[in-house]
T-cell receptor
Framework: NAGVTQTPKFQVLKTGQSMTLQCAQD?????MSWYRQDPGMGLRLIHY???????DQGEVPNGYNVSRSTTEDFPLRLLSAAPSQTSVYFC?????????????FGSGTRLTVV | DQQVKQNSPSLSVQEGRISILNCDYT??????FLWYKKYPAEGPTFLIS?????DKNEDGRFTVFLNKSAKHLSLHIVPSQPGDSAVYFC????????????FGTGTRLTIIP
């Protein structure tokens, strides 16, 4: 099925560990982004990319790293996990930068840092 | 600074009645406004959008109204169905030079059978 695939669905990390959240889309969308959802905070943009080789910071980029070597993949790296990074992470893609025709979101990764 | 605000964390509506979800914004530069619906353990799904040059956009049971002078938009769902029970997020963006969709905090809609 066409869409955005996120792995893993659940992850528990110890403080200081690193990991990569995977995101892949098969719709040939140029625009991809990572959001985190926290209670009472809505969705906040972490990093985004407007095409292969191009990334930029969103609202809450600290502690996260991204790269975009292909159109399909946009992994999010946690460099040294902290309890404040406990959250649900969503990857999204769109052919339109503004999102006017809608972003397609993955089903999310629930991350707990202990 | 919360540029997009949803002041009602929750809303309960009887099945068959109209559901009205509200959203306020502070940034007059926003060009597009969108509504997303989210079920538990799933990603948000796009519902409907509206350009700032319009004041209304309709798609089936869903209608979005935009009042630019009041910096206010609303989503009307008529008639409300049990499957509409979800969290609804409004979002906004600037058309050019900005790919950062800004989301509100969400309103949990519960449809009572």
């Amino acid at each position: 099925n066409a869409g955005v695939t996120q792995t893993p669905k659940f992850q528990v990390l110890k403080t200081g560990q690193s990991m990569t959240l995977q995101c892949a889309q098969d719709m040939n969308h140029e625009y991809m982004s990572w959001y985190r959802q926290d209670p009472g905070m809505g969705l906040r943009l972490i990093h985004y990319s407007v095409g292969a080789g191009i990334t930029d910071q969103g609202e809450v980029p600290n502690g996260y790293n991204v790269s975009r070597s292909t159109t399909e993949d946009f992994p999010l790296r946690l460099l040294s996990a902290a309890p404040s990074q406990t959250s649900v992470y969503f990857c999204a893609s769109s052919y339109d930068r503004t999102g006017y025709y809608g972003y397609t979101f993955g089903s999310g990764t629930r991350l707990t840092v202990v | 600074d919360q540029q997009v605000k949803q002041n009602s964390p929750s809303l309960s509506v009887q099945e068959g009645r109209i559901s009205i979800l509200n959203c306020d914004y502070t940034n007059s530069m926003f060009d597009y406004f969108l509504w997303y619906k989210k079920y538990p353990a799933e990603g948000p799904t796009f519902l409907i959008s509206i350009s700032s040059i319009k004041d209304k956009n309709e798609d089936g049971r869903f209608t979005v109204f935009l009042n630019k002078s009041a910096k206010h938009l609303s989503l009307h769902i008529v008639p409300s169905q049990p499957g509409d029970s979800a969290v609804y997020f409004c979002a906004a963006n600037v058309a050019f030079g900005n790919e950062k969709l800004t989301f509100g905090t969400g309103t949990r809609l519960t449809i009572i059978p």
